[in-house]
């Protein structure tokens, strides 16, 4: 019954436990099956003119991304010059083609001409392959531990650091090694409303979760921040902080009432010298406001000193609110309020622009 036991065991292994990776089928939106076994590693050894050697992998995985690794071997150099390029496929029925979409509008396309063959016809931009030049599949690499370019919008809350990868739209957990603190302090240090994403470009590589599932996103080299862009680089259509005009219309957590006649108590911020003007819903004040990164802040303020009847208590809540103020959020044409904690002290409602 032992020696039954070992050769089921070693019968198991040997039909399940060495199987390798488990390709799937992949459709697009129209239900074609992709012809291709996914994922899947295509591979070429090229000639070049001033290199011993170019070694290419290409790695097309079914979620539609892909990572491409060119390794050249120059002539005299003492180190192979390795890049690698990520970004997102496309299948192409109807010329039975795959595209390749990177940072940039950097494409390249493949014609599929087996399962097993791919044939670049065409490129423009990014890591140079070679037109005409053929990859056949491999199994000698699958996973790329390589730094490549990436662009997402970095968010930093209370329950951590992501990036949401531009190409893909996934959102990834960020691993605070290497580079990671030079990102965050970019980050600190630009102005912006509270939970606000911003764009940034960076190098990175792909790691192992740290909560063990899925992947996280390691910066290896913080490039840049771009505050007020989106993914496609076009300024956000978002309603600007400064030079707007901003009526009260909530303060803890109560509408605002005006009586017969009272005007309504606005805030403007102007960008030159971080200046200030408002009404109170009796006085009029001006002043000076502070921000860096997500912290925005009033500084002393004066006013006029005028005494109004069935107003005092509006306007003394109004610059108490003023007082906690320690951050800001913007959702449509409503501006908050908030402290430090996120709470919302007040609502405005954009009116126009200065």
């Known amino acids: 019954m032992r020696v039954f036991n070992v050769l089921f065991l070693l019968l198991f292994f040997l039909l399940f436990g060495c199987a390798g990776q488990q ?4 459709t697009d939106a129209s239900g074609v099956v992709y012809p291709l076994p996914l994922p899947a590693v295509y591979s070429a050894d090229l000639p070049c003119q001033d290199c011993s050697n170019r070694t290419v992998f290409l790695s097309l995985h079914p979620d539609g991304h ?33 595209q390749l979409i990177s940072y940039g509008k950097k494409r390249k396309s493949f014609v599929i001409t087996s399962p097993q ?63 990671y603190q030079s990102l965050e302090q970019g980050y600190k240090n630009t102005p912006h409303a509270q939970d606000e994403p911003l764009l940034v470009r960076l190098q990175g590589r792909f ?18 921040i771009s505050p007020g862009l989106g993914c496609d680089g076009i300024k ?8 707007s005009n901003w009526s009260l219309q909530e303060i803890m957590g109560k509408p605002v009432t005006l009586r017969k006649g009272q005007n ?53 809540n109004f610059f108490k609110v003023l007082s906690a103020t320690d951050g800001y959020h913007i ?10 904690d996120r709470n919302v002290l007040a609502r405005f409602e954009y009116t126009g622009k200065i």
Not at 23 to 26: A, E, P, S, Y
Not at 207 to 224: D, I, K, M, T
């Open 207 to 224: 790691v192992s979760s740290l909560a063990g599932e899925g992947q996280s996103v390691l910066p290896v080299r913080f490039n840049e």
């Open 23 to 26: 390709h799937v089928k992949v």
């Open 66 to 98: 892909y990572l491409l690794h060119v390794s050249t071997i120059k002539k005299e150099a003492m180190e192979d010059d390795v890049r690698a390029e990520f970004g997102i496929w496309k299948y192409e029925s109807k010329e039975n083609a795959i």
């Open 264 to 316: 309504r108590p606005y805030i403007a911020l102007m960008k030159k010298g971080r200046r200030v003007k408002g009404f109170g819903g009796c006085n009029h004040f001006s002043g000076t406001y502070f921000m860096l990164g997500d912290v925005f802040l009033f500084n002393k303020r004066v006013g006029t000193r005028m005494a109004c009847v069935d107003c005092m208590d509006l306007e003394f």
């Open 117 to 179: 063959t791919i044939k670049l016809l065409s490129e423009s931009g990014g890591l140079v392959v070679g037109e005409n030049r053929e990859l056949k599949q491999s199994t000698e690499r699958s996973d790329f531990t390589d730094t490549v370019p990436l662009q997402g919008m970095y968010r930093l809350d209370g329950d951590g650091a992501t990036l949401t990868e531009c190409l893909t739209g996934k959102t990834f957990p960020l691993d605070r090694e290497a580079q």
């Open 331 to 340: 959702v449509g044409n409503i501006l908050e309020f908030r402290d430090r």
């Open 236 to 243: 956000k259509d978002t309603l600007s902080l400064t030079e």
